[in-house]
């Protein structure tokens, strides 16, 4: 097992990515902290975790509150004995043209895609520093935050931040042995923010297929072991290649 006594967060832990995410952590042997505010879905998911004979737990967050996020981060290092590793899944995105977004969507957006990663990143980095035993922190990002897109204007603008953030946690957090890296998705599962996976959602990649969930939380656990040690403030593409194709190429 590659985590076993470790603790990890998962944000948008309910469903999709974050659900796969945590089951695999669970799987190698971490104590995992379901966070969402979802509810039933954050239940669901530890309970699944615990039948399996993992260790998980729910803790219902809202990530667009730093009361609740400090609270979360307390929370998961009293149940859980610290916090070893931060997988900063959660997102929300807009799908808004510019002229049409408001002020409190552009605003929600942001604070649910840019502000949460870099909120749950400073509380934790504070916990694994107080523990002594370093840490890594992996920021969902997407090829969004790379690329201009015609129905999404915040969370293009989120996603861009949080490849920079990304960089910056890694060399501010460098001195308290916490590693920090960005996985880029691309049509993985779900559309964010919808329930149901289509596995005939069209995509134009290198693979041929739409991701699943497990193509980027295999990614996600290598950068969470010991197996990527010498790794930190990279940005790892799990895309089915799209990024490297040129636009109108098939
Ligand atoms: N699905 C894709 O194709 C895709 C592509 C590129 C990037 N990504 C990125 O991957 C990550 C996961 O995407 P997904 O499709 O699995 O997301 P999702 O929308 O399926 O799940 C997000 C989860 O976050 C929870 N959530 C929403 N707002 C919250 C809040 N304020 N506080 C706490 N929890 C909240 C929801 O309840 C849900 O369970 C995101 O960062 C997303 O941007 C996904």
Redesign the pocket.
Known sequence: MKLSGKVAIV????????EEVSRMLAAEGASVAV????EA?AEKVAADIVAAGGKAQAFI????NEDDIRATVNGVADALGGVDILVN?????DNKHIFDITTEEWNRTIA??LTAPFLFGKHAAKAMAEGGNGGRIIN?????GYYGRDRAIAYTAA?GGVVNLTRSMAIQLAPHNIRVNSVV??????????DNFDPTRPVSNLRGRP?V?AD?AKAILFLASDESDFISGTDLFVDGGVSAMMPGSK
């Open positions: 944000t948008g832990a309910g469903r999709n990515i974050g966070v969402d505010l979802d879905r967050c809202d990530v667009a899944n959660v997102a929300m995105s649910i895609t969902v990002s997407s090829t969004s996603k998705p691309n049509k993985i599962g779900s559309p964010v923010g919808k991701g969930p980027l």
